[in-house]
């Protein structure tokens, strides 16, 4: 039995949440290097899970709302919209820091413009920059680059009759990151692709399968989801403090997949009410990815230039940035991404094909 494809407010909540630790890790980070020191908060390497949530969310999102599409003309039309959902914002937020870069050069410390990775950025191939990092234009896009890689294989696993679409996604991902050495060349495309955190979609996708194949836990499943999700809070904010006396670094992977699990799989989970500006802030989530580097940097260099630091605490710097950012994730949402959107799909899409996303789980 298949589920029926409809709006899953609980991933949206868990991607806001998931951008919401990215923000913090973020702001964190250049908010240390603003006041000169490293203990003023806590260790923001944890943080950094975010992302293994959002990769595990995406893989259980494209199982959910792609499984049935199977030929080269579904396989096409996936690989469109995808890039429909992705690329315009993405190229605005790019080409707005080649603005940034060129009227306020000094507030870009160490970012360097050349055509032919500014080029590389825009479709999504990795590169090393001047530190030797495979980040792009965008130092946040490295995360799409993983996601373009994602759907790519997923759209070509499309033209596979549907029951072999899970092994083939299986074999795939697994022998490509443990037996990477003999099945990647030799250079980036082994060192970026091959890395453990594409492993990430698999596990999603296949917490995906289950749920469209309608395996469900029993209903309190949900309540040990719930703690399971403040368990990985608490330990985001003390994990040096339990490094110290466990010698157990924090489990992003392990926490990811079952707080997912967890929350999803459970009966009746998915018609849970939750509050709206939770949901909002998910759907909204992607633009906060994108955006809050921009937010957090602005401000940054307005206290930094006016000497404000000295009157500011950091944490009311911290909340500034935090708060600052999911305001303007919001209004990116509303303003930027919503109309890119809309406009891309009216140029790319047929008619009749407009519409039938709108009550499908957004990306």
């Known amino acids: 039995m298949t589920a029926p494809i409809h709006k899953i407010d609980t991933l949206q909540v868990l991607r806001g949440f998931a951008a919401l630790l990215i923000v913090i890790y973020h702001a964190v980070l250049d908010i240390e290097g603003l006041y000169g020191s490293e203990d003023i908060f806590w260790n923001h390497e944890p943080f950094i899970y975010g992302i293994d949530l959002f990769f ?41 820091l080649v603005g940034v870069l060129f009227l306020m050069p000094n507030a870009l410390g160490g970012v360097e413009f050349s055509i032919a990775n500014f080029l590389k950025s825009l479709f999504f191939v990795p590169y090393y920059d001047h530190d030797a990092l495979l980040y792009p234009f965008l130092k946040l896009g490295w ?53 453990d955190i594409v492993l990430n ?63 999803v799989l459970p009966k009746k989970s998915q018609h849970i009410k939750l509050p709206k500006i939770a949901v909002f802030i998910g759907d909204s989530s992607y633009s906060l990815y994108l955006m809050h580097s921009f937010t957090i940097g602005a401000i940054i260099y307005v206290i930094a230039a006016s000497g404000l630091q000295e009157s500011l605490s950091p944490w009311l710097t911290f909340i500034i940035c935090v708060v600052g950012s999911l305001i303007g994730g919001g209004i990116s949402y509303l303003l930027i991404e919503k109309p890119l959107l809309s406009w891309s799909k009216q140029l790319l899409l047929p008619k009749r094909e407009i519409n039938t996303s709108k009550s499908k789980t957004k990306k």
């Open 201 to 263: 979609f698999l596990i999603g996708s296949w917490i995906g399968f289950l749920f469209i194949k309608d395996v469900r836990l029993p209903k309190w499943f949900v309540y040990l989801g719930c703690a399971t999700l403040i368990t990985s809070i608490v330990w985001m904010f003390n994990a040096d403090r339990v490094e110290e006396y466990t010698g157990y670094d924090f489990p992003k992977v392990i926490f990811a997949t079952l707080i997912i699990s967890l929350l």
């Open 143 to 195: 995360t799409l680059n993983y996601e373009i890689y994602f759907y790519a294989v997923f759209a070509l696993f499309l033209l596979l009759p549907r029951k072999l679409l899970m092994p083939a996604l299986t074999v795939f991902f697994l022998s490509t990151v443990l037996f990477k050495d003999y099945l990647l060349p030799e250079g980036i495309i082994r060192v970026f692709y091959g890395r």
């Open 56 to 96: 595990v969310l995406s893989g259980f999102v494209m199982i959910y709302t792609a499984y049935e599409q199977t030929g080269v003309t579904q396989a096409k039309r996936f690989m469109l919209r995808r890039l429909i959902r992705i690329v315009p914002i993405y190229w605005f937020y790019t080409l707005l």
